[in-house]
């Protein structure tokens, strides 16, 4: 990790650099009207050199999956193959334009259909709109089909989605943004939804149910079949938050069990990168009762050739053009590397992985949902008195491994959040819990280490609420 | 396979310390019924193979490096320096996400101040977010924006000549709620005369999807004398030659950012843009950084404001937005950085004098005759044959002279919309009004 401190951009400006070179005009200029023209442009003036290192630099002062452990629950920080950006790179994809001619892109489109009708298979359903950009624009994109599925039924009165307490706050989120109402059902003993409480507020009222399967516990929702059933007969319709699909690629298809619409992170279980918040992909898949709702236009075959259209209820657009088309060419490589048996065995190595740190790591650390996991698992964090999650996060900095998700889900306290993948080694996962287990003698011994880390780090642990309170926003010259 | 490094030996001893008998038995808790189902799938292929398939297919494409392309509609081909990608492409950016742990994370975090200081001074505002989905996507949480910091006001003024397909996600986005868009048409200044106290934005695409760039003189005054917001949605190419929206009074700036160094990929990975002046940081949407110290007073960066977001907030947060387009905004830090303030203006400039070349060509066509007052890199033309038939015809000598504005509005059959950018050269500007006026015969 590079700990020197980088100059912002502006710092390493100086009048007169040129970066790039741009060509000569070869047509006659053009006035630019007074009451339009700005005077200046406060950009910085850099050379190439200065540009490049200064970039470099900035990207050593991250810890990343291709350089550091990440086992960020959640968000499956798995081994992004460098084959996918090679199939990504190439110029007819990268110099392709929306508005080409269908005649002209019939490649892309192609592409799209064939990841459509694979992801559809994967997941059990009948249709997949590859548009929605993430989870939450997935998410966002499901819950307006089901609003529009009971007006369109002249069914004005539902307006209530359940939402289990272990959730992510997007889901609560997006039903807000889709103008219904977040109700929250709580979890059962063994981490599940409780089916008496989901039965006590099932109603007239309800619009639908959005789960998590497995949830946010790293847990498999046993009574998945059961919850849709009651909710269907309800009259609602049930979400299928896929998060966590990494864990049953191959091993379950979530439409066979009853779910009518969900989303899969193809930035996730597919294997693109994170790119260090995005881009990803919340394509959106739905079962007959809801196909007809997807966002569009999405791909169609027509004899030979492929083309654009939209469903016939859909609930419109939910971006311009067609959606993270880059992204999707790095899913498809990615899933037709693997095939059906590589599907079914990069879920099974993220299960085993998963259980097996869980069985390293809970000889020492509490683990409130205890049985089989699938791709996480849940710890708590506060392993001795005055120690809480966030020091033990920060230790693990010191040793080289970026933190777990912390302090979620909200219904465990003191949340170690951990996802492995299926993409770690055996000896890695050794090396965490060995660590682990050194910061848990620490913390008895030593809480100094812990409340003082990170040490390594190009800065300390930095003053967020100050940070809050009179927020810098931007450079001032 | 690939990419699991596990080997049977591993496996076997993981599920010793485990106290399982096989992996399948982890699965027991998933329905017997359901469990390990046969998928239907193409066989898989090594990485050789999967290459070569998608070259194939790559290959069944005509891209904007044959031909001569004069398409935009809001993605356009411009250059993007070696630079950008080899720098957004090192595994440390591309590989890490979104900067939850600040301390490993202070390349990406300040990265996105960079982006966030750079965007505010294009567009003349205060506060810059780290993006949203694409540009579209930014101009529809706009508006939500407005309507939650305007409160009471269900009507929305938005230009006539607002992009379709944006107009369309605004469609989408606002379906749930009750809120009046109304339509405006000509000159800005007198449309926004129709602000009232109903109103709680008015739009200004700038340019609009027609190529007009109106003159915002006396808009920004009607619409805060009737108490409402000015939300410019603009071009960040046109913006680096242009006077900036905010300092023409805009409260909310949004714009696709893929024109700042991102390739045109058949319409995404894209960048939502969005700024705001300081009074509305809070109502903003997205994550946003700060600076922050530590301890030792060392500056850093760090996520800010957050108790605007989904994941402290939840149902009350003002946006669901988790994942954004971070690398995307990645490649556009680097590309404002290495053009820069000469650069920049130059490839504006470049834009300006050749869309300018090609119109005055275009306008000596019998029968042709551009429709603009004011254009930047895009201008509308009124043509003597339908348009499509036009695209059509010229598509099989490999020039693409821009969109038949039919494909959205079917009645407008005789315009054409026409886009330039510094990649099109004198060469191919000749050739466009050649091979128009030979298929207009």
Same mark, same amino acid.
């Given at each position: ?37 700005? !005077? ?42 460098? /084959?996918?950006?090679?199939? /990504? ?5 990268? +110099?392709? #334009? ?55 039924? *002249? ?9 289990? !307490? ?67 007969? $309800? *009259? ?9 699909? +990494? ?32 881009? *990803? ?27 654009? &259209? ?43 992985? =998963? ?14 949902? *205890? ?43 003191? &949340? ?35 409340? !003082? ?25 | ?18 106290? =399982? ?39 069944? +494409? ?5 031909? =001569? ?72 949480? =706009? ?70 760039? #109106? ?8 619409? #805060?004398? $009737?108490? $409402?917001?000015?939300?410019? #949605? ?7 030659? $242009? ?6 009074? %805009? !409260? ?84 404002? %950085? ?104």
């Amino acid at each position: 990790m590079n700990l020197t401190p980088e100059p912002l951009v502006y710092g390493l400006s100086s009048p007169g650099r040129v970066g790039v070179v741009l060509p000569e005009s070869d047509v006659p200029v053009a006035p630019v009207p007074a009451w339009l023209e700005r !005077d200046t442009l406060p950009l910085p003036e850099l050379d190439e050199l200065t540009t490049v290192r200064h970039f470099t630099r900035l990207s050593q002062k991250n810890f990343s999956i291709d350089t550091n452990f990440y086992p960020l629950g959640s968000c499956t920080m798995k081994y992004n193959p460098k /084959a996918n950006e090679a199939a /990504a790179a190439h110029p007819s994809w990268r +110099n392709l #334009h929306p508005y080409a001619p269908e005649s002209l892109s019939q490649g892309a489109l192609e592409l799209v259909f064939r990841l459509q009708e694979i992801l559809a298979e994967i997941g059990g359903f009948k249709a997949v709109s590859l548009q929605p950009a993430a989870g939450a624009h997935g998410e966002l994109a499901g819950v307006f089909m089901i609003r529009k599925y009971h007006l369109e039924r *002249g069914d004005t009165r539902r307006v209530k989605i359940l939402i289990p !307490d272990s959730a992510h706050g997007t889901n609560p989120a997006s039903c807000t943004m889709a103008g219904l109402e977040a109700v929250t059902i709580p979890s059962n003993a063994e981490g599940g939804v409780d089916l008496g409480a989901l039965k006590a507020a099932l109603g007239p009222e309800l619009a639908g149910i959005m789960i998590t399967n497995p949830n946010t516990l790293g847990l498999f929702e046993r009574n998945i079949e059961e919850i849709c059933r009651l909710v269907h007969e $309800a *009259g609602g319709l049930v979400y299928g938050d896929g998060a966590n699909m +990494n864990a049953v690629t191959g091993v379950f298809r979530p439409g066979d069990s009853g779910i009518d619409v969900m989303h899969f992170n193809l930035h996730k279980t597919f294997s693109t990168p994170h790119g260090g918040g995005g881009p *990803g992909v919340g394509m959106v898949a739905a079962n007959a009762t809801l196909a007809e709702f997807l966002p569009g236009p999405l791909v169609v075959k027509k004899g030979a050739a492929f083309a654009l &259209a939209t469903p016939a209820k859909s609930i419109g657009r939910m971006k311009a053009f067609y959606g993270n088309f880059a992204v999707l060419v790095r899913a498809y490589a990615y899933v037709r590397m693997l095939g059906a048996e590589g599907l079914r065995r990069l879920a099974e190595n993220a299960v085993l992985n =998963a259980n097996y740190l869980k069985a390293l790591v809970e000889k020492r650390w509490k683990v409130k949902y *205890g049985r089989r996991c699938m791709h996480e698992f849940v710890a708590s964090g506060d392993i001795a008195e005055g120690v809480h999650t966030l020091d033990v996060a920060k230790r693990l900095i010191d040793y080289g491994f970026h933190p777990p998700t912390i302090y979620f889900p909200l219904i465990v306290p003191e &949340a170690v959040m951990i996802e492995p993948t299926e993409t770690e080694s055996k000896e890695t996962l050794d090396a965490f819990a060995a660590v682990l287990d050194k910061i848990a003698d620490e913390a008895r011994d030593n809480p100094a280490l812990l409340h !003082d880390a990170p040490t390594t780090t190009p800065v300390g642990r930095l003053d967020e609420v100050a940070a809050a309170r009179c927020p810098v926003l931007c450079y001032r010259a | 396979m690939p990419f699991v490094p596990n080997t049977d030996a591993d496996r076997a001893a993981m599920l010793a310390a485990i106290g =399982a008998g096989s992996v399948e038995e982890l699965f027991a808790d998933v329905p017997s019924a359901r469990r390990f189902p046969k998928l239907e799938l193409p066989k898989a292929l090594s990485e050789l193979e999967i290459l070569r398939e998608l070259d194939a297919l790559a290959k069944k +494409n005509e891209a904007t490096d044959s031909g =001569a392309w004069f398409v935009g509609g809001g993605a356009y081909s411009h250059f993007v320096p070696a630079m950008v990608p080899a720098l957004a492409g090192r595994g440390e950016f591309l590989t890490a996400y979104t900067p939850y742990q600040a301390e490993v994370s202070q390349g990406t975090l300040q990265a996105i101040f960079e982006y966030q200081s750079m965007a505010a001074a294009l567009f003349g505002v205060e506060t810059v977010n780290a993006s949203h989905y694409d540009g579209a996507t930014a101009l529809a949480e =706009a508006v939500l924006m407005a309507l939650h910091a305007v409160s009471d006001r269900p009507r929305v003024m938005i230009p006539a000549a607002l992009h379709p397909e944006y107009r369309e996600v605004l469609a989408t986005y606002l379906e749930a709620f009750e809120v009046e868009l109304v339509e405006w048409t000509g000159p800005a200044a007198e449309a926004a005369k129709g602000v009232d106290s109903r109103t709680a934005c008015f739009l200004v695409q700038w340019p609009d999807f027609e190529g007009e760039v #109106h003159d915002l003189s006396g808009v920004a005054d009607a619409v #805060h004398a $009737a108490g $409402a917001l000015l939300l410019v #949605h603009v071009d960040p190419i046109f913006a680096a030659l $242009a006077k900036s929206p905010g300092s023409l009074g %805009a !409260d909310i700036v949004t714009a696709e950012g893929q024109a700042l160094g991102n390739a045109l990929y058949y319409g995404g990975p894209y960048l939502g843009m969005m700024g705001a002046t300081a009074k509305l940081v809070r109502k903003m949407p997205g994550r946003i950084v700060g600076e922050a110290k530590d301890k030792d007073g060392r500056l850093g960066y760090v996520l800010t404001l957050s108790a605007r977001e989904q994941h402290i907030r939840r149902e009350k947060a003002v946006s669901n937005i988790c994942s954004n387009q971070g690398l995307v905004m990645l490649q556009s830090t680097i590309y404002m %950085a290495a053009l820069g303030k000469h650069g920049m203006a130059r490839v504006a400039r470049l834009c300006w004098d050749k869309a300018h070349y090609a119109a005055a060509e275009l306008g000596k066509l019998p029968g042709f005759k551009v429709a603009n007052r004011t254009f930047f890199k895009e201008f509308l033309v009124r043509t003597p044959v339908p348009a499509a038939e036009l695209v059509a015809k010229l598509e099989k000598r490999g020039v693409h002279p821009g969109l038949a504005l039919s494909r959205w509005h079917p009645e407008r059959t005789h315009e054409l919309l026409v886009a330039v950018t510094e990649m099109n050269t004198k060469e191919q500007i000749d050739l466009l009004a050649r091979s128009l006026a030979e298929a207009s015969k």
